[in-house]
């Protein structure tokens, strides 16, 4: 194709640098205990990977520190906020200390404050901010929180996070991984139940295998990774 044929209102390739990729405002929301603050931080780990730099906001983390922590002992510095805070000039004050904004992670989202999300939705569409924001969906009577409710009318992505079994990374598992005597084997009869390991193989002393299960998240179970605490022994056995 020439340039000729090129419509008009398509951009050259060149001309891409002169327009910031548009920065996007995600929503994850769930019920307590889906691994909400899990994910947060592994979105972080995901992000500054890539050499990007993130702001980390909380309110009442269950630390009671200001810190993003998760049930499965991740845990990360944290800005602690208040429904008060005006988080356009949070970034701003960053940014005129000579620091590095790319995206912010909100947990405890369902705290803020409907004007706090518009704040939010500023920073993305006027300053390329990227916003994951991760909350409870509904409080003890089952109605929205206001900050949960906000997100969910701006946000350019709302997903619900399902009670779900993680990987140890923090990733949703969605794969069974088969542990025999501590190493991920994936060759074998098609059902195993843990708890009657298959006869002694010739070679391993006729001594009965331990057989559990572990679930995974796909990169891990491709590559075997069972985790930085293998399962000892006592390890529940499924
Ligand atoms: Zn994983």
């Excluded at 090129?6 to 996007?24: K, L, N, Y």
């Excluded at 995600?26 to 603050?37: A, I, L, Q, T, Y």
């Excluded at 559990?212 to 006592?234: D, F, I, K, N, S």
Aim: glycine share 10%; proline share 7%; with cysteine.
């Amino acid at each position: 194709m020439t340039d000729t044929e090129v419509p008009s209102s398509v951009p050259a390739a060149g001309d891409r640098r002169r327009f910031p990729a548009p920065a996007h405002l995600v929503f994850f929301h769930g019920p307590m205990d889906c691994g909400k603050s899990t994910l947060a931080l592994q979105v972080d780990h995901n992000q500054s990977r890539q050499g990007r730099h993130g702001v980390l906001l909380t309110q009442g983390d269950r630390s009671g520190g200001p810190r993003i922590s998760s049930r499965v002992g991740l845990s990360r510095q944290a800005v602690e906020i208040d429904g008060g805070t005006d988080l356009r000039l949070l970034v701003r004050e960053r940014w005129a200390a000579g620091e590095r904004v790319d995206y912010l992670i909100v947990d405890e989202a369902q705290f803020l404050a409907p004007t706090q999300v518009d704040q939010l939705a500023e920073l993305v569409d006027e300053s390329h901010v990227d916003v994951y924001a991760f909350g409870l969906t509904t409080d003890f009577r089952a109605r929205l929180f206001p900050g949960t409710q906000r997100l969910m009318e701006l946000a350019d992505t709302v997903e619900r996070v399902q009670v779900q079994v993680l990987c140890w990374c923090g990733l949703p598992g969605k794969l069974n991984a088969r542990v025999v005597d501590g190493v991920m084997v994936r060759e074998g009869a098609t059902v195993v139940v843990a708890d009657t390991a298959p006869p002694p193989q010739p070679g391993t002393g006729g001594r009965q295998r331990e057989v559990r299960y572990q679930v995974l998240c796909r990169r891990h179970h491709a590559r075997g990774e069972l985790g930085p605490t293998p399962a000892g022994p006592g390890q529940l056995a499924l």
